[in-house]
């Protein structure tokens, strides 16, 4: 029987890449994100080139209602999720703490860390009641390390890194695994949110040196997923081989 994996943020980049991915490789999908078009396209792709079936969810992970209105909906043979790949997130703005919008600031952290909250606590309630299942959470070498003018940002990432660990200590005894992917930069619409759509800037972000692509990182996720049951990844970090740390080649930042 194929397991059930849920992807949040499959409307592009990594997550569009993973749930490619895990259909090729046994897994039944539920995707989510605000943009249903793109949904609903991936949906039809993934049905047609792979035998797996897929589920769509639109909804904004920000917001609590919602997040538990779009879980509650899934019909009972969808209910029981295997994997949770905690994948929605966002970097907005670049800039000092002076300078900071704190609008900003609110999307990233209600996106980062309290969207994440969210559907964490709904999809692991029934994972507890099983004893069983696997939580994905996609960090960044930005939860590992801080780099300049990414202060807000980095601070959601290092949430990430402590709830990670946070969740594994309150599931270790109820036999769920927990992990924690950390990409370093990888080459998606992750600079074009962070610039507010100015494409000329974003495509700066990738210059002078061969990022990750979103595929590398779904390889990654892949293997994380299909250890042996004993075996839990705790935190992995992928980096393309141009940077060792979070800033050593020219961004023009
Ligand atoms: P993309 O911008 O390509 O994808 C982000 C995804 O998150 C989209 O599918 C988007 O869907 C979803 N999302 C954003 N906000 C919301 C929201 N409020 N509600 C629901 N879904 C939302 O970026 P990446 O693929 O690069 O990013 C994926 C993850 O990887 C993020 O957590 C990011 O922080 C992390 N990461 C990225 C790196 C990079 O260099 N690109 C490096 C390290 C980590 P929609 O807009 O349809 O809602
Ligand atoms: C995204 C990678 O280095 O832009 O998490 O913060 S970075």
């Known amino acids: 029987?194929?397991?059930?994996?849920?992807?949040?943020?499959?409307?592009?980049?990594?997550?569009?890449?993973?749930?490619?991915?895990?259909?090729?490789?046994?897994f039944n999908l539920?995707?989510?994100?605000?943009?249903?078009?793109?949904?609903?396209?991936?949906?039809?792709?993934?049905?047609?080139?792979?035998?797996?079936?897929?589920?769509?969810l639109k909804f904004d992970i920000r917001?609590?209602?919602?997040?538990?209105?779009?879980?509650?909906?899934?019909?009972?043979?969808?209910?029981?999720?295997?994997?949770?790949?905690?994948?929605?997130?966002?970097?907005?703005?670049?800039?000092?703490?002076?300078?900071?919008?704190?609008?900003?600031?609110?999307?990233?952290?209600d996106t980062n860390i309290k969207g994440l909250l969210y559907i964490t606590r709904l999809v692991?309630?029934?994972?507890v009641k099983r004893g069983e299942g696997h939580i994905v959470n996609i960090s960044s070498i930005a939860g590992r390390e801080t780099y300049p003018m990414g202060n807000v940002y980095c601070a959601t990432k290092h949430a990430v890194q402590s709830l990670t660990k946070g969740?594994?200590?309150?599931?270790?005894?109820?036999?769920l695994k927990v992990s924690s992917v950390c990409p370093g930069a990888v080459d998606t619409e992750f600079a074009l949110v962070r610039y507010k759509g100015n494409e000329e800037r974003a495509r700066e972000v990738y210059k002078g040196y061969t990022p990750?692509?979103?595929?590398?990182?779904?390889?990654?996720?892949?293997?994380?997923?299909?250890?042996?049951?004993?075996?839990?990844?705790?935190d992995i970090l992928v980096m393309p081989t141009d940077q060792a740390y979070s800033r050593d080649f020219n961004r023009n930042e």
């Open 167 to 175: 969740l594994r200590l309150d599931f270790l005894k109820h036999g």
């Open 63 to 109: 917001n609590s209602a919602e997040t538990e209105q779009a879980i509650n909906s899934l019909p009972d043979n969808w209910k029981n999720i295997d994997v949770l790949i905690n994948n929605a997130g966002l970097a907005v703005g670049f800039s000092s703490i002076a300078d900071g919008a704190t609008d900003d600031w609110g999307r990233m952290i």
């Open 30 to 56: 539920i995707l989510t994100g605000r943009r249903e078009d793109r949904l609903s396209d991936l949906k039809e792709k993934i049905q047609h080139e792979s035998g797996s079936e897929v589920l769509t």
């Open 1 to 26: 029987m194929k397991k059930i994996a849920l992807i949040t943020g499959a409307t592009s980049g990594i997550g569009e890449a993973t749930a490619n991915l895990l259909a090729e490789n046994n």
């Open 124 to 127: 692991s309630q029934q994972m």
């Open 212 to 234: 990750l692509n979103a595929e590398d990182v779904a390889e990654t996720i892949l293997f994380v997923v299909t250890r042996p049951k004993h075996v839990n990844i705790d």
